[in-house]
């Protein structure tokens, strides 16, 4: 995904201006709160007229066709989608620089150099399949995370999620659909693990299920 290769790129250009751009760009992402970045992507939208400020659908949608429908659809979606996304999208990218960098250091990398492999063949081959293993775990919990964490971008953008719907139910205290919420969100968390398993053992042919 871009996290992986924003990852990998900023690892192999290590200490160089990409790499400071992008290590730079992640850290002030990490470190605006989910509800500021909305209220300035809201501003934003506002003040240029380019996305609409809340909603799903535009008030013409009935009028438009099938291609106008879905185009209106990701025209409403890009502003919480960026607000949802960019935070893991940042931390992934931290996190696969790190181990990759962990990775080159690695005594079967500098063999692999020695016998005089391509920069890319040593990367792409050898590295990247074991150091993008704590990504692909840490991918399980994302599905869970994207359901249950997206409630303030929901609040903020106006958009009608199981975030938005789930705290209002908390408020009038209905039970029956908390629990829902709760219990889809557990299956997401449950899928998204399996997935990371399963991708586990086709990245890496050391792990293998009985």
């Not at 992640?26 to 007229?49: M, R």
């Not at 790190?98 to 063999?111: G, K």
């Not at 908390?178 to 792990?207: E, F, H, K, Q, Y």
Request: net charge neutral; no cysteine.
């Amino acid at each position: 995904g871009p996290s992986t290769q924003l990852g990998v790129f900023a690892a192999v250009r290590q200490h160089k201006w990409q790499d400071r751009v992008l290590s730079f760009g992640a850290f002030v992402w990490l470190s605006v709160p989910e509800v500021l970045s909305g209220l300035l992507l809201l501003l934003f939208a506002a003040s240029t007229g380019w996305f609409p400020v809340g909603g799903m659908r535009s008030l013409d949608w009935d009028q438009l066709d099938a291609g106008g429908k879905l185009a209106d659809l990701l025209h409403h979606l890009t502003l919480p989608a960026i607000v949802v996304g960019l935070i893991p999208l940042a931390a992934r990218m931290r996190q696969m620089r790190a181990n990759l960098l962990d990775v080159l250091r690695l005594d079967y990398v500098t063999t692999a150099r020695a016998k005089g492999l391509a920069e890319g063949t040593v990367i792409f081959k050898h590295a990247l399949r074991n150091a993008i293993n704590p990504l692909i775990t840490l991918f399980g919990y994302t599905l869970g995370a994207l359901v249950s964490g997206s409630f303030v971008a929901e609040i903020i953008f106006a958009w009608p999620g199981l975030g938005r719907i789930t705290l209002e139910a908390i408020l009038t205290q209905d039970q029956y659909l908390v629990m829902g919420a709760v219990l889809m969100a557990s299956t997401m968390l449950i899928l998204g693990n399996l997935v990371a398993d399963l991708l586990l053992a086709v990245a890496d042919p050391r792990i293998a299920y009985d």
